[in-house]
């Protein structure tokens, strides 16, 4: 019960409890000596925060609309900062790529004709392929049958294979 109601007394202290915690509490507090002097500390803390929180002078509005005035200055010089930096970033990167292009160009139309080279006879073979499927009706489901008889047996092989013993 004393952990409990130790972690009701700083919520009793700020009238967040309900009636039955706060009965609670107020029972416990006649009987438990540790409890009363915690719930003092606790007051004594609260009026302390209280007091300092009075003292404390809330700046004029001119205040925020100065640091507002400041960090809009400031993002005004860091995009004109931002803007040139990027400019000369890509006008570099640009030079970059003309210059390897120049350089790299034999090899660059060399690979080019590689690549589309591979893709025509891939199409091509594609095609041929499509064509045969589709004049022969039953050519794909020939293929299927043949693919899972073949499936099948080479189970079976792998299967009889492993429980075969060898001699050595």
Same mark, same amino acid.
């Given at each position: 019960?004393?952990?409990?109601?130790?972690?009701? %007394?700083?919520?009793?202290?700020?009238?967040? /409890?309900?009636?039955? !915690? &706060?009965?609670?509490?107020?029972?416990? %507090?006649?009987?438990?000596?540790?409890? &009363?002097?915690?719930?003092?500390? +606790? =007051?004594? /803390?609260?009026?302390?925060?209280?007091?300092?929180?009075?003292?404390? !002078?809330?700046?004029?509005?001119?205040?925020?609309?100065?640091?507002? =005035?400041?960090?809009?200055?400031? !993002?005004?010089?860091? =995009?004109?900062?931002?803007?040139?930096?990027?400019?000369?970033?890509? @006008? *570099?990167? *640009?030079?970059?790529?003309?210059?390897?292009?120049?350089?790299?160009?034999?090899? +660059?139309?060399?690979? %080019?004709? $590689?690549?589309?080279?591979?893709?025509? $006879?891939?199409? &091509?073979?594609?095609?041929?392929?499509?064509?045969? $499927?589709?004049? @022969?009706?039953?050519?794909?489901?020939?293929?299927?049958? @043949? #693919?899972?008889? /073949?499936?099948?047996?080479?189970?079976?092989?792998? =299967?009889?294979?492993?429980?075969?013993?060898? #001699?050595?």
């Amino acid at each position: 019960m004393h952990e409990y109601v130790e972690e009701l %007394l700083s919520p009793y202290i700020d009238d967040e /409890l309900n009636s039955e !915690e &706060r009965k609670a509490v107020e029972q416990h %507090l006649k009987t438990c000596k540790q409890c &009363r002097e915690e719930v003092e500390d +606790l =007051r004594f /803390l609260k009026t302390q925060m209280l007091s300092a929180y009075k003292t404390i !002078e809330i700046p004029d509005i001119g205040f925020e609309q100065e640091v507002i =005035r400041k960090i809009q200055i400031l !993002e005004a010089e860091n =995009r004109k900062a931002f803007s040139w930096k990027f400019c000369t970033a890509l @006008v *570099i990167g *640009i030079l970059v790529i003309i210059f390897a292009l120049l350089k790299l160009s034999p090899i +660059l139309y060399a690979s %080019l004709r $590689v690549v589309y080279t591979l893709f025509a $006879v891939g199409t &091509r073979i594609t095609h041929a392929l499509l064509v045969i $499927v589709s004049d @022969v009706p039953y050519l794909l489901g020939a293929f299927i049958i @043949v #693919t899972l008889i /073949l499936i099948v047996i080479s189970g079976w092989s792998v =299967r009889r294979l492993f429980g075969t013993k060898t #001699t050595g």
